[in-house]
Structures are given as structure tokens and as C-alpha cells.
């Protein structure tokens, strides 16, 4: 049995062109086809269809966050920011007591990564 044009389009997910011209895309496929099969069984030409068109809406979606800088941060408990704020404290006192220490500019620029890491995770917040 040859593939028929509409068949052709209709598996490459070019249904929307179909529609368009007011084609009826449904008739093309017997029913019997598509009932017995599972809801995720990709033969069914209707589930590949519904299947794009949630993953087209799911897409425009995100790339609209994304586009628009609306991605959602997810809460901040007081308590991270509290634990943040007491971790930022130590080590600015650790940089100050030890800065005079044998080791200094070892521990100063282990101190300083960890200070732009605790930075970053703020900016993060």
C-alpha cells in the first residue's frame, strides 16, 4: 500500500498546512486503528499530533520565560538566607583574625573564592 500525500504530511507534523487548507486530516486513519492502542503508542497518527501540539505549547511557553527573563526562582527559606548571611560573617572575621598568619596568601585566596562563591549564591537569591 502506497503512503498517500496526506498520510505523508500528516506523519512528518505538517497537519497545521492540512487544517489550514480545510483538509479533514481525521478520516484519513480508520478509527479502528487508533482505539485499541495505548494513549502513548506513537503509530496513532492523532497521538503524534496531540502529542506535538503539547509539546509546541509546552516550548512557547518556557521560551517566553525565557525570552522575558520570568523564570520563576524558587523561594528562599529564611533560614538559607539566614545561614548565607552568618557564613558570609565568619569569613570576612576568619579573613581579618588569620590575614597575618604564616600561610596568608594561600588562605586569603582560598577566603576570596569562597567569598565570590557566597556572592554568587545571593545574586542567585
Request: charged share 30%.
Amino acid at each position: 500500500m502506497a503512503v498517500q500525500p496526506i498520510n505523508h504530511a500528516v506523519n512528518n507534523n505538517q497537519y497545521r498546512i492540512l487544517i489550514e487548507a480545510g483538509a479533514d486530516i481525521n478520516p484519513a486513519y480508520p478509527k479502528s486503528t487508533c482505539l485499541p492502542l495505548p494513549i502513548h503508542d506513537y503509530k496513532c497518527p492523532r497521538t503524534i499530533i496531540e502529542s506535538a501540539i503539547i509539546l509546541n505549547e509546552g516550548n512557547i511557553k518556557s521560551y517566553e520565560e525565557k525570552l522575558n527573563g520570568e523564570k520563576e526562582k524558587e523561594p528562599v527559606s529564611n533560614e538559607d538566607e539566614v545561614t548565607i548571611n552568618s557564613l558570609s560573617e565568619l569569613l570576612e572575621k576568619e579573613k581579618k583574625s588569620n590575614y597575618n598568619a604564616v600561610n596568608r596568601e594561600d588562605y586569603s585566596k582560598l577566603l576570596e573564592s569562597e567569598i565570590e562563591k557566597l556572592n554568587y549564591n545571593k545574586e542567585c537569591l
